[in-house]
């Protein structure tokens, strides 16, 4: 079964910084383009972060310049540094193949909450 892990979420304080971790089976990795979701309460999952199978980055507008998004091929991992974080960030954060109708099922997310 193709598992999805992502780690690294918790409490923080606005302004401050995270770094979210996936770990993502080489079957889904490789070729493919892969994202950060967000998930808030009571809203739908949006990709805020993506990085396509040769390092181009594409980011949501709300995050831009505070977020990076990089992937380590060899690794099989996707990170998320989370740069001057605020609290409209707070959410349950999934990594997944961009688009993710594509991907596997869901892995369990990682909760971050920033307190302001």
């Known amino acids: 079964q193709v598992q999805l892990v992502e780690s690294g979420g918790g409490w923080v304080q606005a302004g401050g910084s995270l770094k979210l971790s996936c770990t993502v089976p080489?079957?889904?990795?490789?070729?493919?383009?892969m994202g950060w979701y967000r998930q808030a309460p009571g809203k739908e999952r949006e990709v805020v972060a993506r990085?396509?199978?040769?390092?181009?980055?594409i980011y949501e507008d709300s995050v831009k310049g505070r977020f990076t998004i990089s992937r380590d091929n060899s690794a099989n991992t996707l990170d998320l540094q989370m740069d001057n974080v605020q609290v409209e960030d707070s959410g349950v954060y999934y990594c997944?193949?961009?688009?993710?109708?594509?991907?596997?099922?869901w892995g369990q997310g990682t909760q971050v909450t920033v307190t302001s």
């Open positions: 990085v396509m199978a040769f390092g181009m980055t």
């Open positions: 080489p079957s889904i990795m490789n070729g493919n383009a």
């Open positions: 997944n193949i961009v688009p993710c109708r594509l991907g596997p099922n």
